[in-house]
């Protein structure tokens, strides 16, 4: 199983961003996905996460109403959607992946079997 995540970059605060994790080596439809992030001295913390039926969407409060997390089964893609980026949205962005057969607890990043290599977001004032 590999996950590719990419679309960080450099930007200023208030614009948008769309990171992408493309997964292969197993059936994409069937996988519970998150994103996680890792600012600079920071601990890794949960950002948003998906169920296999792409229904239940959860998110941090700190990015409630400014990030989304679609996914595109005929892609074998998750997104993360982001908009208003703030300065303390800089960290990298890790996407993550597990086949359990029993519902994960979706922002525990214990759940997650497979990552990402990550894909590094800055934001300048």
């Known amino acids: 199983v590999q996950l590719q995540a990419s679309g960080g970059g450099l930007v200023q605060a208030g614009d948008s961003l769309r990171l992408s994790c493309v997964v292969s080596?197993?059936?994409?439809?069937?996988?519970?996905m998150g994103w996680f992030r890792q600012a600079p001295g920071k601990e890794r913390e949960f950002v948003a996460g998906?169920?296999?039926?792409?229904?239940?969407?959860d998110y941090t409060d700190s990015v409630k109403g400014r990030f989304t997390i679609p996914k595109d089964n005929a892609r074998n893609t998750l997104y993360l959607q982001i908009a208003s980026l703030k300065p303390e949205d800089t960290a990298v962005y890790y996407c993550?992946?597990?086949?359990?057969?029993?519902?994960?607890?979706?922002?525990?990043?214990?759940?997650?079997?497979?990552w990402g290599q990550g894909t590094l977001v800055t934001v300048s004032s």
């Open positions: 998906i169920n296999r039926s792409g229904v239940r969407k």
């Open positions: 993550a992946a597990t086949w359990n057969a029993r519902a994960p607890v979706l922002y525990t990043w214990t759940s997650y079997a497979y």
């Open positions: 080596g197993r059936t994409f439809s069937t996988a519970y």
